[in-house]
């Protein structure tokens, strides 16, 4: 009969730490792959452990106007060219297996552009296996002699596990190993050598501190996301051979293995959890066991050949590996038989597709609808880590949209805090990439400023520890030492021999009662001084259990005030983060206003510096140009300094000249008239004087040192009485005839009592003419009165006195005249000719201001 089963302690509470408000952002790696070919250009630099720079290719670099640009992003850690797959192992992959092993999930996956070395970073190569052996590998170190028997745990639809008892475990596996091909694969059968040596791994490695008294099963599974739909690449396609399925030529299909597997559907379990529906999940308990699965699924894993990658993956494959924990019963010898206490970890390794240009693929047909859907997933993911990114920062309640993507309405537990998300991008250094690889670069460098919330410990079932040893070692004593009873026993006196071998023996027996009594006497003295010891004992457990309590309520008290305390300060550090984070948001948009700015001052800085050379070549443009001025203006000042005085020589002569000539006309002036007056002669007759020539008399020169008399021409409007107004700025002239008005009052300011005692008016006003000579106008005007008495003059007439130089008009004689005694030539004139000629001009004449009329010499009479 099987022993009764202690009850299970019932699960204690979980009370609402610190713990669910801590939170870890995104954990983002670079992996840089080698290039190809040791001569090709490199776009990417490798700067230090957490840093790398991305410069732009000098074929881009002519394309977008010269412009040379250097970016680094910044990573958790960066794995370069020389990193080995067991560096970045216990980097990255480490870390979530232990959490798996201690009943936590965990999210990792390769991100990158297509040729990156995503499948090569997560499967590995013959001789280096990747992540995916490595985890599996660790996982069974860890609980390889913790295992429960096969089919102790089984999966159901609801995305949660049953436990079974060892008898129906039992007939399951022999039900298993009745059918002819086995589903489930066995560790009797030897490892495919197609992939032997990437699960042959060499270094040894095991989580820490695993639960001994637990047992664990692993299960297993693989599906792909391909053209947003999930397909379950373990599902063995059924062949129905009386409906066959029929191709695209409308023919039979023949063998069950080109049946297309049908789509699956995404659910939600009581936890809200998202699994997907009628996935297989097949139980392993090896590494070997474990890849084999994953290998027959990698088969089935759509990929083509492009015009980039030999082998790119079509879809975004996701290896699920769950550990299932159940704790052993009281006892240890057998799996505890309630579902309640389960504990299911996941890891999921996520090998996305890689993001691809089509015009660089050259896709065409259903590569391009892959490429579109692969894109499009990618830019769904981009978009979610973006809004919860903002969310996170500026403490916004936008709706995520998970849903529009299969790929990210899969993993949002993870985002929501289900388990740590790892993330390795993955980058190819060579010039063709480098668009791809910048935006690649960006999302990642975002992607860690995302926050998840860190997971909840597992509760522990409550029972005794170390129940799987006690069991071992159940059998047989643990130690040499004695029981109690036996220490007791070996206390007591020996009793006398009971042996009674004569009738009439009467001493055995008395003595044999004697020594049961004081056997009895000494059991009742132990017993009374065990039950005094055990009220003492009783007494001290009551009063160290009061100090407990008293210990445990001030411990809780203090406790309290530490959580309180503690509260406080996660409020304040969760505000200062927030701050932290707005201030660094400030930051990066400072420095990017900044590098703005420095462009611009960079630009600023060359457009002034060409400004100044600008300036520079025309400043010293003008110097020369001034410098050539300045021998100019020096030259033609010296040109025009010689013409001025060839000028003005020529102007002294020329005034001599005409001072000559003036001298002259007053000699002859004064020898006209100083000569005495002839008598007059008969007037011979013009018929016999005809043909004779007169010759005219040379008018003597004038007698030095006799005084001219200066003859007045009258003006033809004197009769009445005027006045002559000459102002005081009015030059004295030298001609013989001057304006003279008789019986006139002259003033040099015209004033009221003059005009008030003359009926005419005249003003004498000088002007230079246009030949240089002094001109003298005369302005008459008539007087008249007002009616207010006093008087008003009206301008009639203009008289212009002009003086013009007498060589001009000289009138020489048709024969030539005897010489003078004094060797001068003979020349005459009349007085008319050699004197000023006069201009008078009427108001209302046709003749305009600037006319001028030269009286014609008068012919001399016979």
């Known amino acids: 009969m099987k022993p009764a089963r202690a009850k299970t302690p019932r699960k204690p509470i979980i009370k609402k730490g610190s713990q669910t408000n801590l939170k870890d952002p995104v954990g983002v790696y670079c992996r840089v792959r080698p290039l190809g070919l040791p001569d090709q250009e490199s776009c990417i630099e490798v700067i230090n452990s957490t840093t790398v720079q991305l410069h732009t290719p000098e074929g881009f670099r002519f394309n977008r106007n010269g412009d040379y640009k250097e970016t680094q992003y910044s990573f958790k850690q960066v794995f370069g060219t020389h990193t080995t797959q067991k560096e970045l192992f216990d980097v990255v992959a480490h870390p979530l297996v232990d959490d798996l092993v201690h009943g936590k999930n965990g999210l990792l996956f390769t991100y990158g552009v297509t ?6 970073t997560m499967t590995g190569s013959p001789g280096d296996g990747g992540l995916l052996p490595r985890c599996l590998n660790m996982i069974f170190n860890s609980i390889g002699s913790f295992q429960a028997k096969r089919y102790v745990f089984k999966s159901n639809d609801r995305n949660s596990m049953d436990i079974q008892c060892e008898v129906d475990a039992l007939l399951e596996r022999q039900k298993r190993e009745a059918m002819p091909i086995p589903k489930t694969p066995s560790s009797k059968r030897q490892v495919d050598p197609e992939f032997a040596d990437m699960i042959n791994v060499q270094e040894f490695c095991k989580a820490e501190e695993v639960d001994e008294d637990s047992v664990y099963g692993v299960f297993v599974s693989y ?12 599902e063995e396609a059924q062949f129905d051979p009386i409906k066959p399925k029929w191709n695209g030529c409308s023919t039979p299909m023949r063998n069950a293995d080109s049946v297309l597997p049908q789509s699956k559907m995404l659910r939600e379990d009581k936890n809200h959890n998202m699994y997907v529906a009628g996935c297989t999940e097949v139980e392993v308990k090896s590494t070997e066991e474990a890849f084999e699965v994953f290998w027959r699924g990698q088969k089935k894993r759509r990929i083509a050949n492009t015009h980039l990658n030999r082998e790119s993956s079509r879809s975004h494959s996701v290896f699920n590996i769950k550990l299932v924990q159940a704790p052993l019963d009281a006892d240890g010898d057998s799996v505890l038989q309630e579902k309640e206490q389960i504990t299911i970890s996941q890891l999921s390794l996520v090998d996305l597709a890689g993001s691809e240009r089509t015009n660089r693929t050259k896709a065409e047909g259903s590569r391009l609808r892959e490429a579109g859907n692969i894109n499009q997933s990618l830019m769904t993911l981009r978009t979610c880590i973006e809004v919860l990114r903002e969310n996170q920062l500026y403490g916004t309640n936008k709706m995520v949209p998970y849903r529009d993507s299969k790929l990210t309405h899969l993993f949002k537990n993870y985002f929501d805090g289900e388990g740590k998300v790892r993330m390795i991008v993955c980058v190819n250094p060579k010039a063709e990439d480098y668009e791809e690889s910048l935006q690649v670069l960006r999302f990642a460098e975002v992607t860690q400023e995302v926050e998840v919330a860190r997971p909840v410990d597992r509760v522990m079932c409550g029972l005794t520890p170390g129940r799987r040893y006690r069991n071992l070692v159940r059998g047989g004593p643990v130690g040499d030492e004695p029981l109690v009873a036996e220490v007791i026993l070996q206390s007591f006196p020996p009793l006398p021999s009971c042996e009674i071998l004569d009738f009439n023996d009467e001493q055995t027996l008395p003595r044999l009662i004697d020594a ?11 017993v009374e001084e065990l039950n005094k010891q055990c009220n003492t004992f009783k007494a001290m457990l009551k009063e160290f259990d009061s100090n407990i309590s008293n210990k445990e309520n001030y411990i809780q008290g203090k406790l309290n005030e530490k959580e309180k305390l503690i509260s406080g300060q996660k409020l304040e550090i969760e505000r200062l983060e927030k701050k932290n984070k707005t201030l660094e948001y400030k930051i990066e948009i400072l420095e990017k206003t900044t590098t703005i700015y420095e462009e611009d001052k960079r630009n600023l800085q060359q457009e002034l510096e060409a400004q100044n050379e600008k300036l520079q070549r025309q400043c010293s443009d003008k110097r020369r140009l001034e410098a050539r001025m300045q021998g100019m203006v020096t030259e033609t000042t010296m040109k025009w300094q010689k013409e001025c005085e060839r000028r003005v020589a020529a102007t002294q002569l020329e005034m001599q000249n005409k001072l000559w000539v003036k001298d002259e006309k007053l000699k002859q002036l004064k020898a006209i008239v100083t000569e005495p007056k002839p008598e007059k002669p008969e007037r011979p007759s013009r018929e016999r004087d005809r043909g004779k020539v007169t010759p005219r008399s040379v008018s003597p020169s004038p007698v030095p040192n006799t005084p001219i008399p200066v003859r007045h021409r009258r003006s033809r409007s004197a009769g009445s009485r005027w006045v002559d107004h000459k102002p005081a700025s009015n030059v004295q002239t030298e001609t013989v005839m001057q304006p003279h008005v008789p019986h006139a009052i002259t003033v040099s300011v015209a004033n009221e009592k003059a005009l008030a005692k003359c009926e005419k008016y005249m003003l004498t006003h000088q002007e230079l003419a246009s030949d240089g000579e002094i001109q ?59 004197c000023s000629m006069a201009l008078e001009m009427r108001a209302g004449s046709q003749l305009g201001p600037g006319y001028q009329h030269h009286a014609q010499p008068k012919r001399k009479k016979p």
């Open 115 to 120: 040729g990156s070395g995503k499948t090569h």
């Open 776 to 834: 003298t106008k005369l302005i008459k005007g008539d007087v008249f009165k007002t009616r207010g008495g006093g008087q008003s003059v009206q301008f009639t007439d203009i008289e212009t006195l002009k003086q013009s130089p007498t060589g001009s008009r000289k009138r020489r004689s048709p024969t030539v005249a005897p010489a003078q005694p004094d060797g001068t030539e003979s020349e005459w004139t009349d007085v008319e000719t050699r």
């Open 223 to 234: 599906i792909e996301i391909y053209n947003n739909y999930i397909y379950d690449l373990l």
């Open 516 to 526: 049961l009594e004081k056997h009895h006497h000494l059991r009742q003295a132990m």
